[in-house]
């Protein structure tokens, strides 16, 4: 169980608008130091809606914490219209992370990192916090960047601290035409950890079992306690019921089982 | 401003006494973490100090271990959520085996809530909670959200005395509070039944039986159809109820719907209830319930009172 996490009352220092779906939110963080995978509740104290949202963590410094996010509903567009130093309650780090699934250091092949659209966001960290070792960064979108700020705003530090960076777009727009697993090996890695859209994980899942390359997803969920507490987000797995928030947000994909 | 922690403690708590006796079991403090919110104690561990709390219902337990509800299970309303998590539990022995010593150590009264689809299930569970160490049995004749028994049991007097009796007798040495259903069309017929079939007191609300369609796949967002709506929406209906329960019976009534602050903890109190449960706030605010305890410290102080119960208008 996690005990390293705290909720406390924080504000906004910095914002961006990096696309008409994505934008990214820097807040001050005193709290537990976050790790990569892990995320947190994030809720502005001035909110009219009930129930804080679940965002994993992208980069963080000493004193702060930055969050990418796709615009979804009600409770995402609120995050999107904070003011700068406006208050926001903070609730992590919650659940658990990528280090929890890392193969042996010894190990002799890199690590691929996955990301489809949104889900680059809780691979940011990996590259940075663990330089002993070597990631390949895949990263599929529907369509290319517009411009460097949309570029650099959605693939950051990880893609570029990464051996190698793919990039694929279904319209070929940037990188590679076509479904950005269509161009992973995973006999190439040690692992492969992923995040995104429900297709592409279900892809990455079949493509690894044929090879026998462990793979790690970070799933997606309404939460509502984020700590393991109300059983409201739970994944289906080939051991029954798992917590989304509190045994995961990643999972071993040879045990989910997609609905 | 750069940081502050939320759940400071703005009284000293030891100058006010916030204890309170229901049916036998003495709480340090009017404020108890409702089933279904709150697991079993130990999640919420780090965010708030679990033990300033004056006692910690169980999520709803059953006699064999349940997987719960498949499908979505959350859905947020503009003030308040629905869900349909039904009943997911590792069973009563597991429970007792593998949580109750670490939430017994939390300090807080245990209160197990017992739930069952038969007489005989709900009879058979409560055997097993006698003999452990919890405080006190919330019996759930409310949950919405499971098809066999449940909520079945809380609409009709009949239906709910047929299994308060069974339990009263399968626990005898644990004091028995029954959890009422805010879906019963006749509540204070049921309160009474429940109340002369042996229960020592009552607490209510359970959830509102209420529903959401997505407009997209054109389908009901949850497999049952139907969900319980908790949270501030349905808190001055839940607060109706317990004014109105309170002239129906004699037994201490625990309220509960939608409380988010001291305010309406005050108003649950002073309607008559004897102590307040607090359940969906907690997810939208993790300290809410420390600073509800806090809060009416501050107004017992306020208002020179000595004991809890001096807050209610009854």
Known sequence: MNDQKQSLLSILISSAVINQEIFRLDFIWKGPVPKPGQFFLIKPKRSAVFLARPISVALWQSDTVRFLIAKRGRGTEELLAMHLNEEVELTGPLGNCWEDFFPPENTQKPIALLGGGIGVAPLEGLPREFPKYDFDFYAGFRTGFKTDEERYGILGPAAFNAQNLIIATED???????????????????????????????????????????????????????????????????????????????????????? | MSKSKINLSQVDLSQVDLSTTIAGVRFCNPVIAASGTFGYGREYAGLIDVSELGGICTKGLTLNPRQGNAGQRLHETPAGLMN???????????????????????????????????????????????????????????????????????????????????VRKAAPDKPLMVKLSPNAPDLAAVARACVDAGADALSLVNTFKAMAIDINTRKPVFDNTSAGLSGPAIRPIALRMVWELYDAVKVPIVGMGGISNTNDALEFLMAGSAAIEVGSATFAHPPAMIEIINGIAEYMERHKFSRPEEISIR
């Open chain 2, 84 to 166: 349909s998590i039904g009943l997911e539990n590792p069973g009563i022995a597991v429970f007792l085996e593998k949580e109750l010593p670490n939430l017994r150590a939390l300090g807080p009264a245990v209160i197990a809530n017992l739930s069952g689809s038969t007489v005989e299930e709900y009879a058979e569970g409560a055997v097993l909670l006698n003999n452990s160490s919890i405080d006190m049995i919330e019996l759930n004749i409310s949950c919405p959200n499971v098809k066999a028994g449940g909520m079945t049991f809380g609409l009709d007097p009949e239906a709910a005395a047929s299994v308060v009796w069974p």
């Open chain 1, 172 to 259: 070929g727009s940037e990188g590679k035409k076509g479904r950005i697993t269509n161009f992973l090996d995973p006999t190439k890695y040690a692992a492969v950890y992923a995040c995104g859209p429900t297709a592409m994980l279900r892809a990455v899942t079949e493509k690894c079992k044929a090879s026998g390359t462990p793979c790690y997803i970070s799933m997606e969920k309404h939460m509502a306690c984020g700590v393991g507490a109300c059983l409201g987000c739970t994944v289906k797995t080939k051991n029954g019921n798992r917590r989304c928030c509190a045994d995961g947000p990643i999972f071993p994909a040879e045990e989910l089982i997609f609905e």
